[in-house]
């Protein structure tokens, strides 16, 4: 059974460009997550997905990051336009469901913002 | 808010040596526990759990036990390898939540 995935493994962009990262979750997982790693810092919640629907966003930082799960499959996190401190690793996870489920994490992408 | 604070790295050891990593946390009602791992180029991995108090987590020689009087969840291995070089995260999810609150991570280097 094939993880979870994530596309790029790396980008390196310019201040005030976008980019959008990609999560394929496990095959019938429901619940997706985004967090991120800044600076070596502890990985932060950004928010959470159940099929299509966004169950809590409360941790995305600002109205730069917008993250989409079309069709309750993969997810996208688009950051426009990208600023110095979003540089970090962003990692997704998905789960079966709630609670006590495990969450399955990806290798993340590491965003560099030059 | 709950949080989770770790011993800062990184820590380096010598083969055989033993680990201990420091957690504690901070968190209303009754959290369940977790240490995982991120070895060089791979994603984070779980290495193990426990769900209440005084339950003891244990996988490929790492053991951490829930001590709810001291808040703790310290993660030890009687004697590391070098292949144990990784970041470990330790975790904390409250009941019923699907947030992971994470601490800062501690690196580990083991020397041949």
């Known amino acids: 059974e094939a993880g979870v995935t994530q596309f790029p493994s790396h980008s390196v962009i310019e201040k005030g460009q976008t980019v959008t990262l990609r999560c394929d979750p496990i095959?019938?997982?429901?619940?997706l997550y985004w967090y991120r790693r800044v600076m070596g810092k502890e990985i932060k919640f950004l928010l959470h997905?159940?099929?299509?629907?966004?169950?809590?966003e409360s941790g995305m930082p600002n109205n730069r990051f917008l993250a989409e799960r079309t069709g309750g499959t993969y997810s996208t996190l688009k950051v426009q336009p990208a600023e110095l401190e979003d540089s970090g690793v962003y990692f997704c996870?998905?789960?079966?469901?709630?609670?006590?489920?495990?969450?399955?994490f990806g290798p993340g992408t590491r965003l560099t913002v030059t | 808010g709950d949080s989770v604070t770790q011993m800062e790295g990184p820590v380096t050891l010598s083969e055989e040596a033993f680990l201990t990593i420091n957690c504690t946390y901070t968190?209303?009602?009754?959290?369940?526990l977790f240490w995982y791992v991120q070895y060089p180029g791979e994603g984070l991995q779980l290495l193990l759990k426990?769900?209440?108090?005084?339950d003891k987590g244990s996988n490929k020689g790492f053991e951490a036990t829930y001590r709810k009087e001291t808040t703790s969840f310290h993660l030890e291995k009687g004697s590391v390898q070098v292949s144990d070089s990784a970041v470990y995260f330790c975790a904390l999810m409250n009941t019923g939540g699907f947030k992971t609150i994470f601490g800062a991570g501690t690196r580990l280097f083991v020397k041949a």
């Open positions: 426990a769900t209440k108090a005084d």
């Open positions: 095959s019938g997982h429901d619940n």
């Open positions: 968190a209303t009602g009754y959290p369940s």
């Open positions: 996870a998905s789960s079966v469901g709630q609670g006590s489920y495990e969450q399955y």
């Open positions: 997905f159940v099929k299509e629907s966004k169950q809590d």
